[in-house]
């Protein structure tokens, strides 16, 4: 060590002696190791202190909970595309910690351990009763900074595949242990707890996250970075409205240190904590001046209409699918199909679907803020970040919880109690009409009621809350719906009011509360909708609605009508497809084979809702990144290793492997195995409303049957009558 | 008569008289006086035969009817907005009476009789408890080919205004007489009741629609003209399906005298009845495949949180709206408020919204097709045609239900009975949540359950049916939402099959069934939404994202990023908006006056969901008609004349007095009394799906609040508890 390593050495441990001596806080704030376990099991958010009550539901889904541990040791798999068990992932360990590197080193860690799912060829053809398949563990594990691809055989017991993995391309998704272990990083640097102090902050309230770097050249390549921003609790929970603004840690993920170290907010006050607990018993103990609301409920005395075989197959109506947790999408849904309502035939129409990868680029180049361009799933996991969804509030009263099982970083597995739940909806709509007038001889009022099936799951990806919905209709749609709530990721400002800013100065976003901005941002979420209609070769159809002017010959007092235009695509860039409300298009994946009696091709066509386009510079590497998001629709042949949008390896990915670039080879896509992928757009310019936590905003799009069946599947299901309602009272006067 | 013209008397005279030996129904078929009321009574669609049962529940819609004549001949109004009761209707009619031209003439029609609305600034200051506005009825009526315009003051029994108004911009809406007697009209022409025999199609099967014959030139001009086709009813109640196609009669609407007589499509069979049927009891007895549903429904057994008061006022949460059913729009919201809940300040939202206006051309340029360009509100009244809701399927358990009070053209007042509900509707939708993670100290998950309240009806325009829904949500935000079903107008070809069709044959849509083509069509329904976001003055203002380059001064390693700009329109032309995905925009209309405590301007802001757009040549007839579709965003200033966005008069309209002509104007809109206008558009390539009835198909846009609140408006609402639930059992096992 130099003498003048050591002067520096020196005047660290003095510092962190005095702030020892005079933070009142210290022994809150060591992690010691029970701490640490309590804040590390499966936390990405970590937090100094642990002074907040639950509600008494929570206590509930602690019972639920051990209860739901002892289930999930006994479980074994039923379905081949059934989530590995508990036993099967201890054995997939144990397994890996007899085979070499991983025997003699300890400082591996599991990124991914997740089923390995049989060829595509042979679930289709497997049936309840026959075998099941081999089971196969897939790990995802680094080591000495080097990505390890290994496919272990359960039956055998060996590892049947081992690959490495250059890191250029990118690294694997973060494990809880990494996001949870960040942010305490940052304390053993003196300069970092000096600043903390010096603007105020006690250390005891404390809370800071693990932000995704992205990658911006080559200072975040060839080591795995994260940074460090800070909030403080004091006097709220809500610490996401306390920003320490300007703060910026940059760490190395691996070593725990501290890179680098940005204070540029100094002058910046951290906004009040009045206001922002959102929490039901924290509020003012004043009326709420509005009428006051009786109870409402979706009241099913005869339970649901639906069941769960085995643990994941879910039947209703005339729907089946498979339904598993994954670390990674959060939800994923297999072998959709639908039983044909006149003939009994059970139809394939969607083999596999889920949450490829979330982008949320903010709108901010700023220091503090330039690299927040999250890709949820491959960074955080979305299925990680899958909070327990709370009974009676996230899903209505017949709803059916289901458990995901993951792993921590050694390979151990853990319960996400309650992390899906499948329900029944009915909202008062109306599934088909008609109605002639009722004076006349015509005396007919034909309505149906509308009843859904929706699969729900909510990711908590730090502040934000992503409700993602896959709602099955008895018509054959499937509307896939992501709500966007929970809280804004909030800059600190100089400034209590607009009209105190002066006009040439930026703020990125919106006012909200005094000292806090709302910084614009983008959600993309884009879905792996693997499509199946009616078997596994499908072709893409643009509908082009097209205005056609008539001509002087044809007589008519029209001059122009739309037409519509069957366009096949051929190849993967005819499948590109940016929407365009002057330019419409249906979307049809059809099965070119297969034609309804009168000669139509069967066929599901995508149905956009309401979206947004990123309109980045391509060029700009959040959006190289991103580039899945560069079209709206895409349409790519059947890859087994093309289901993540962003790549395989998110975490600082230079966007060398994403959707985009696949879908640049231009191969073959009619009549084959297709996978169409959709891109769920949100502009968010925050409002006051927003603060200090946000009223859900919903968008959705739709796949739904076009001459998929011979005629309307629910011509014949019957109407509500009195006879069927249920007879209830109020649970206050039982 | 000359010769000929004898001969050709003759002839029809012979053949006349040879159908009445050979047909068996002619009893049948002629409308003697009682059949014609029962027929007349309010029913546009008008057909042959009373041969129906009805389902029970119809019933028990006659008991309400017959008990609702009686409550609404004693009912009086409280509100000025009320709409006029029976017994002002019946005053109006009598004051009529006695004012010329109508004291000597019997012949007039009456075609609008609805409260004349007071100035908006009296109705604004006017609070429960003042003295009631003077009630005035505005009546258009048509004599000898005029239209009058008349205002009487119906406390002063006199006519305060009378205007006549030339008819070259278009008539008035038909009068349920106009629609009911036209299609039997064409039974007094013998070549008309000769080809409906030639083609095996039994009189007495027949059912004949009044269908609007838009504007194309001369021929459309100086006279009140309509088309009539016809179908066969033979084995299916749903006739729809089985046109005989290619056979128009044009009618002059007022002599009923056949114009002219299109017979086209002697070789086009008439489509199969099988399959057709939709009603329950006419279902195939075999069973449906699919799984067993179990009743499900909304449930509060302390019954609904709302009330409507004084027949009109309905209170819920934080909303206070006044609600009312009109003739021509359907429902008509006024007054929409808002409650702060945290100052209790009730705030104003939107003075009135409606739906203005629909434009539904179909892309067909043949014969017997161009001229369907639908302008159902200005043409048919969507209010008239908004049948009895069916209670349980068209709106859960706990929905009120109200009654419209309309007149017919001599100015006798009947009620529609039914006709709107108002409920609350949990989906099981989450208002807001935010989870951290259940296992660390922040054991916080607080979630909101979602409760709307809707205000529906269901206009069955012949054939199609619209669900309009104002969804309001406790947050602030307006939920606008239209949903299409029923059946669709379909058009007979020689094709079973589409492998049949000559490649250079055009179908203008989709094979659905044999000999069956649903053709392509557009449906765009049109808002009227005055604005009044807390006061009358408002600006509309567009706050564009637009992406910004860093320069390299800045040093960002980012490239690009979104700004919002805000661009305050000036005039109308600055507010003529066409959305555009990839140019995005907010939209806004903000008090100007009035800032938040951080100085936010406080606003709403209209969110557009999925939309279509016309592509029609703006030369076209029908789209000059339909031009207030150019844009799916305008703003204008308030003026009381300009609340039809196809004009006041739009039957036979030119488009000389649509909104796209006022817009034109191009007047201020800065901090003026602003009224804001909205377009939903679907595309509709029809299916196989859609036969034999439509499943609903639903869009939506949203009224939302941006800075409107200080914070999260909801911030303090309870979560649902299992102790709030109602306690349910099976209603068959009780």
């Given at each position: 060590m130099e003498s003048r390593g050591l002067l520096h050495f020196l005047f660290i441990l003095i510092t962190t002696l005095l702030l020892f001596l005079f933070t009142k806080a210290w022994f809150n704030l060591i992690p010691n190791k029970s701490d640490l376990l309590n804040c590390s099991n499966y936390s990405p958010w970590c937090t100094s202190k642990n002074r907040f009550q639950s509600k008494s539901s929570n206590n509930l889904f602690y019972h639920s909970n051990e209860k739901s541990i002892q289930d999930h040791k006994t479980h074994i798999p039923h379905h081949p595309l059934d989530p590995l068990t508990i036993q099967e992932m201890n054995r997939a360990k144990s397994i890996l910690l007899s085979h070499p590197p991983f025997t003699t080193s300890s400082s591996f860690t599991i990124h991914s351990l997740?089923?390995?799912?049989?060829?595509?060829?042979?679930?289709?053809?497997?049936?309840?009763?026959?075998?099941?398949?081999?089971?196969?563990?897939?790990?995802?594990?680094?080591?000495?900074?080097?990505?390890?691809?290994?496919?272990?055989?359960?039956?055998?017991?060996?590892?049947?595949?081992?690959?490495?993995?250059?890191?250029?391309?990118?690294?694997?998704?973060?494990?809880?242990?990494?996001?949870?272990?960040?942010?305490?990083?940052?304390?053993?640097?003196?300069?970092?707890?000096?600043?903390?102090?010096?603007?105020?902050?006690?250390?005891?309230?404390?809370?800071?996250?693990?932000?995704?770097?992205?990658?911006?050249?080559?200072?975040?390549?060839?080591?795995?970075?994260?940074?460090?921003?800070?909030?403080?609790?004091?006097?709220?929970?809500?610490?996401?409205?306390?920003?320490?603004?300007?703060?910026?840690?940059?760490?190395?993920?691996?070593?725990?240190?501290?890179?680098?170290?940005?204070?540029?907010?100094?002058?910046?006050?951290?906004?009040?904590?009045?206001?922002?607990?959102?929490?039901?018993?924290?509020?003012?103990?004043?009326?709420?001046?509005?009428?006051?609301?009786?109870?409402?409920?979706?009241?099913?005395?005869?339970?649901?209409?639906?069941?769960?075989?085995?643990?994941?197959?879910?039947?209703?109506?005339?729907?089946?699918?498979?339904?598993?947790?994954?670390?990674?999408?959060?939800?994923?849904?297999?072998?959709?199909?639908?039983?044909?309502?006149?003939?009994?035939?059970?139809?394939?129409?969607?083999?596999?679907?889920?949450?490829?990868?979330?982008?949320?680029?903010?709108?901010?180049?700023?220091?503090?803020?330039?690299?927040?361009?999250?890709?949820?799933?491959?960074?955080?996991?979305?299925?990680?970040?899958?909070?327990?969804?709370?009974?009676?509030?996230?899903?209505?009263?017949?709803?059916?919880?289901?458990?995901?099982?993951?792993?921590?970083?050694?390979?151990?597995?853990?319960?996400?109690?309650?992390?899906?739940?499948?329900?029944?909806?009915?909202?008062?709509?109306?599934?088909?009409?008609?109605?002639?007038?009722?004076?006349?001889?015509?005396?007919?009022?034909?309505?149906?009621?509308?009843?859904?099936?929706?699969?729900?799951?909510?990711?908590?990806?730090?502040?934000?809350?992503?409700?993602?919905?896959?709602?099955?209709?008895?018509?054959?749609?499937?509307?896939?719906?992501?709500?966007?709530?929970?809280?804004?990721?909030?800059?600190?400002?100089?400034?209590?009011?607009?009209?105190?800013?002066?006009?040439?100065?930026?703020?990125?976003?919106?006012?909200?509360?005094?000292?806090?901005?709302?910084?614009?941002?983008?959600?993309?979420?884009?879905?792996?909708?693997?499509?199946?209609v009616d078997g596994s070769d499908n072709s893409f159809v643009k509908v082009n609605l097209v205005r056609e002017n008539t001509s002087p010959e044809e007589g008519s007092p029209r001059r122009s009508y739309l037409r519509a235009d069957r366009n096949i695509a051929k190849t993967e860039k005819d499948a590109q497809i940016k929407l365009k409300l002057y330019e419409p298009s249906e979307f049809h994946v059809i099965n070119p084979t297969k034609e309804t009696r009168v000669g139509n091709p069967v066929g599901y066509k995508i149905v956009p809702g309401g979206t947004a386009a990123s309109l980045l510079d391509h060029l700009d590497p959040p959006q190289k990144r991103g580039a899945f998001t560069n079209n709206q629709i895409w349409v790519t042949p059947y890859n087994r290793s093309e289901q993540w949008a962003g790549g395989l390896f998110v975490y600082q990915s230079h966007g060398e492997d994403t959707l985009a670039v696949w879908s640049e080879k231009d191969r073959p896509i009619e009549n084959k195995d297709i996978v169409l992928w959709y891109t769920l757009g949100f502009h968010h310019i925050p409002c006051q409303e927003d603060f200090p936590i946000m009223p859900t905003v919903s968008s959705s799009f739709d796949l739904k049957p076009v001459n998929f069946f011979e005629s309307n599947p629910i011509l014949r299901m019957p109407p509500n009558l009195e006879k069927d309602l249920p007879i209830c009272k109020a649970a206050a006067s039982a």
């Open positions: 997740v089923l390995e799912e049989p060829e595509k060829a042979l679930v289709l053809k497997w049936r309840k009763g026959d075998k099941l398949l081999p089971r196969k563990a897939s790990i995802i594990a680094l080591l000495h900074g080097q990505i390890h691809l290994l496919i272990i055989d359960l039956e055998s017991n060996k590892v049947i595949n081992h690959e490495l993995r250059e890191t250029k391309t990118g690294y694997p998704t973060m494990t809880i242990e990494d996001m949870n272990s960040a942010p305490w990083a940052p304390l053993s640097d003196a300069n970092f707890n000096r600043t903390i102090v010096s603007r105020g902050v006690d250390l005891a309230d404390l809370a800071c996250l693990p932000l995704s770097t992205g990658w911006f050249g080559t200072k975040e390549e060839k080591r795995r970075l994260i940074k460090v921003q800070c909030y403080t609790m004091q006097g709220t929970v809500n610490f996401y409205m306390r920003p320490i603004e300007g703060l910026t840690v940059l760490l190395d993920m691996d070593t725990k240190q501290v890179v680098e170290i940005t204070d540029l907010g100094i002058d910046i006050p951290i906004p009040k904590a009045s206001n922002t607990d959102y929490r039901f018993f924290k509020q003012p103990n004043k009326p709420l001046m509005m009428r006051v609301m009786n109870p409402i409920s979706i009241e099913q005395p005869k339970g649901p209409s639906f069941v769960i075989e085995d643990g994941h197959l879910v039947k209703w109506a005339n729907w089946e699918f498979h339904l598993k947790p994954d670390p990674r999408a959060g939800v994923i849904i297999s072998q959709a199909r639908i039983r044909d309502s006149e003939t009994g035939v059970l139809r394939n129409v969607m083999y596999k679907g889920l949450t490829s990868e979330l982008f949320v680029p903010y709108m901010d180049p700023t220091d503090a803020w330039y690299f927040k361009t999250y890709m949820d799933a491959g960074e955080y996991g979305f299925g990680l970040q899958a909070m327990p969804l709370d009974p009676l509030n996230d899903c209505p009263r017949y709803a059916r919880y289901m458990d995901g099982v993951f792993t921590a970083s050694d390979g151990t597995p853990f319960i996400r109690s309650n992390m899906i739940c499948v329900f029944e909806s009915y909202a008062g709509d109306i599934a088909w009409r008609h109605a002639e007038s009722p004076i006349t001889g015509m005396e007919i009022r034909e309505v149906r009621p509308k009843v859904n099936l929706v699969v729900r799951m909510a990711a908590s990806v730090a502040n934000y809350d992503y409700i993602v919905d896959w709602e099955f209709q008895m018509d054959g749609l499937i509307r896939v719906k992501v709500g966007l709530s929970g809280i804004l990721m909030v800059k600190g400002t100089p400034y209590d009011n607009l009209n105190k800013v002066p006009n040439n100065e930026k703020l990125y976003g919106t006012i909200l509360s005094e000292n806090v901005v709302g910084v614009i941002h983008d959600h993309y979420v884009t879905f792996y909708l693997d499509m199946d």
